[in-house]
Structure formats: structure tokens, C-alpha cells
């Protein structure tokens, strides 16, 4: 009897720990560490539609106010909720109509209804939409935001969203309106193209066709280049593309992101919000995507959400409720006493976009409170393994058995292919185990795939030379094979 007590209680506490190490939820709570003054002195002066990190504490805030005709940057250096401002700037009317400037010699264009930007180091692109929607590049410098000379024309269509990837190749997203097909074009970097800094337009390296019409207002990449992350506010989608600039990407059948939230709001009407801005949060591979109204006061402030998304599946791993965190402030959902009071708290939640530093806070903005907000996760980041790189659905017809093909070639050194076949709709896994049974990779990791037959590219680059089993589970089925890497 007690042989069997303290086999059970081994078994219950080794489920335990497996299960707090493959744990991919975010259980811990958020804290609102500051959000900058709305005030004369540390304020942006308007409304900021998004912000872009330099580094912690260092930023550029993008304020953007179509009615007022009022388009500028903001640096930030050094910052929190009452200190960092760099250079001078009225306040509400008094800049109405005023409008940033990217120049170089002679070259001048206005900046006009930008609605997103991104940074690789101390460069600010920005989507801009003057009539050759070019993307506009400026530096972060120690004492203001100066024009970088370097510019892209991207065509006739209205631009939103922008990334730029590890090796500084930047993506745009064109989204005429949301009855449109919108599109993501993907040009080299500044180094790599002569047309950035010549005011010319440039072949973009692959153009990405949505799946469907819709606003597409966030992009989001991995460092490695070979994940993308688009936002449909209007289908509430987030879709996910896989493959590289160079040879292409495909829609990723194995991930499913639906958001739309919702709320009966204190006057009884209810308000709904759905994905706008993305960001990976490198290292962790976690997405992020912010969840709001469309530019919706009033009611709108009771939604604002922040989604963390497994970056493989599309599930729901936590949370950040920035109009909750208000209401928990201040008592109300548009409230901030002289827009200072509280220093953690801007009050009137309207974000749109989601950002990082280097350190994992996380910045937001509220676009209606004019504010810059910094947040820390009192918890710890899962690091989840991005194995959804490697899967591509063939164009197959749908399988009559549950299947495992011998990987090619074999043996391999340092990549493979594997090729398999599922019946049903069902979550899949597929593993790399060394002959002692010891667990070296997960290639795909419980995502939910359809019917059908797929192949996944296995680089073993970093295993050494040797005999190893690769094992497919779907739901009680499994079928393991060996493969051989020789070095």
C-alpha cells in the first residue's frame, strides 16, 4: 500500500512540474509603472496613436489627429509620468495644423495621417500617407527627432501598419478601405536598397495578398524573418504567415486568432473591440495585440485590451485590461485629475498599438488621453518554442489514414524534410527524441491542424551527429520513426 501512496505521489508531483514548465499561460498581473503628463510640460499635445522604442524610458511618441490636421513626433529621453520631453511644444489648439517635416537638402515631404511606426535602433519609420504614401525614416538623437535621408514611395494606396525585421527589411501594410483586399509589401533594407535614399520608388521583395477584404491596421514579424503576423480589424482576424522575403510566405492553415471583445458598457450600450496593433515580444515568442474600438469616446474608454497569443496555435495566453486598470485608478473610465493625477494611470483607454523594450515592459498609449503608458508583467514570460515555422499544408487531397512518411533525405545533415497525414481536424505534435529518450525538439507543439497532409523542414544544425527518433501524436494516435544526422 504504501509502495503504491508514494508511486502515485511521485506521479502527481512529476505531472506537476512538467506541467509548470511547459506552462504557456501568463498568470501574473500587470502594473502600470507611469504614464507620461498630459499637461504642458511633459505632454505630447494631442492625441498619440502609437509609440516607438528606442530603449527603456527612451521613445518617440507618434501623435496623429486627422480632424486637427495635426501630425508630429515627440521624443522622449530618460522619461516617466512628469520628466522627459525633449524640445518644446504647445499644447492642444495651439497645434492644430501643425505637421512634422521629413527633409533632406531639397527633398521635403509633409507628414500627413500617419497611423503607425516602428524602430530598428535609433531609426523612426513612419507609415506616412502624403500622396505617395512613402515611408518616411527619422533618428532618435540625444536632444530631438531629426530627418534621416532616406525615404520610400510605396504607391497609390493608403498605408497603416509597419514592421521592420532583425535585418532592418521593412513591411508595410496597404489597406484602401475595408472592403479591399489589403495588401503587405516587404522592401529590403536601407543598407540593401539604393531607392530609400534617392526618393525613388523600389521593387518590393514579396507582396502579400490578404485572404480576405478588410482593414489591416498591425503587422508583426519574428527576428528570424520566417513568421508574420497581420491583424484584420474588420474580420476580427489575426492571420499568420509563414516562409521567408525571399522565397515567400503562405497563409499558416495551423493558426486560428479570433478577437473580439465585448462589453455592456455603464450607459448600457455595448462596445466591442478587435485587433489593431501587434508586436513579438522576441525571445519569449510571444504575440501581442492591442484590442479596441474604432476611434469610439464615451463608452469607447470601457474597452482596451492587450492579448498575449501563442504564437503557434493563435490561443489566448492572458491579458492586460488597460480600462479596467483605470477604473481601478481613478474610479472611473475617463477620469485623470489636471491629466496628472494619478502618475500610473492616463485614464480615457483608447490604444491602439503595443510596443517593448529591450527589458520586456510593455508601452501603450492612450490615443484620447494623449499619454504614453509603461507596464511591467509582475510575473514570468513563458518562453515558448516557435515551431509553427517549419509546417506547410500540401495540396493534397484529404488522407484516408493517419500517416508518417520516412524523412528525405536520410541520412541528412543539417536539414530534413518530414512529410505526414491526419484525418480529422485535431491538435498535432511532433517530436525529436535521442535514443536514450530524451526529448531534443519540438517541431510542432499540440497545434490545431486540419485535415490534410503537411511537411515539415527539420534543421538539426545544432544537434551533434547520431541516431534519433521523431514521434507524431495526434489525439491517442502516434507513430514514431528513426532518422539518421551525420555531420
Known sequence: MKK?????????????????????????TWKCLYATYDDDTNGAGYPVIDVGIISENNFVALVSRASKSSFYLVGYKDADSANGRMGTFGYGSAMANF????????????????????????????????????????????DSVYSYPARMLTGSDYIWAIDVDQAGRVYVSQTP?????????????????????????AN????????????????????????????????????????????????????????????IATAGDTVYGSPWGLKFLKEKNILFVASTPDFTTGSGYEMSKIHAINPNTGDSLGTLDIAQWN?????????????????????????????????NYLYSTSYYGWTVEKWMYEGTFPVIPLTIVGVEK???PIPVEFNLSQNYPNPFNPTTTIEF??????????????????????????????????????????LASGVYIYKLTSGINTISKKMTLIK
Open 327 to 359: 477604473f481601478n485608478m481613478t474610479g472611473s473610465y475617463q477620469n485623470r485629475t489636471g491629466g496628472t493625477t494619478p502618475g500610473n494611470a492616463s485614464g480615457y483607454a483608447s490604444n491602439y498599438n503595443v510596443e517593448f523594450d529591450e527589458n
Open 394 to 396: 500540401l495540396n493534397t
Open 99 to 142: 505637421h512634422t517635416i521629413w527633409y533632406n537638402m531639397f527633398d521635403q515631404v509633409d507628414m500627413n495621417d500617419p497611423n503607425a511606426l516602428a524602430t530598428k535602433g535609433n531609426l523612426v519609420y513612419v507609415a506616412n500617407n502624403d500622396v505617395d504614401h512613402n515611408i518616411l525614416v527619422f533618428e532618435y538623437q540625444q
Open 204 to 263: 518590393p521583395l514579396y507582396t502579400i495578398t490578404m485572404p480576405e477584404p478588410g482593414s489591416i491596421r498591425g503587422i508583426a514579424v519574428d527576428p528570424s524573418a520566417q513568421a508574420l503576423y497581420v491583424s484584420n480589424y474588420t474580420t476580427n482576424k489575426v492571420y499568420c504567415f509563414t516562409g521567408t522575403p525571399s522565397t515567400g510566405y503562405t497563409l499558416n492553415p495551423s493558426f486560428n486568432c479570433f478577437i473580439h471583445d465585448m462589453k
Open 177 to 201: 478601405d475595408a472592403t479591399s483586399v489589403g495588401k503587405v509589401l516587404i522592401f529590403d533594407s536601407i543598407e540593401n536598397e539604393p531607392s530609400w535614399g534617392m526618393g525613388l520608388p
Open 421 to 462: 497525414s491526419i484525418t480529422n481536424n485535431s491538435r498535432v505534435s511532433l517530436d525529436v527524441y535521442s535514443v536514450t529518450g530524451e526529448l531534443v525538439a519540438q517541431l510542432i507543439n499540440n497545434s490545431e491542424l486540419t485535415s490534410g497532409s503537411y511537411k515539415y523542414t527539420f534543421d538539426a544544425s545544432k
Open 4 to 28: 503504491l501512496y508514494f508511486f502515485s505521489l511521485f506521479v502527481v508531483i512529476c505531472f506537476m512540474l512538467s506541467n509548470n514548465v511547459y506552462s504557456q499561460t501568463l498568470d501574473g
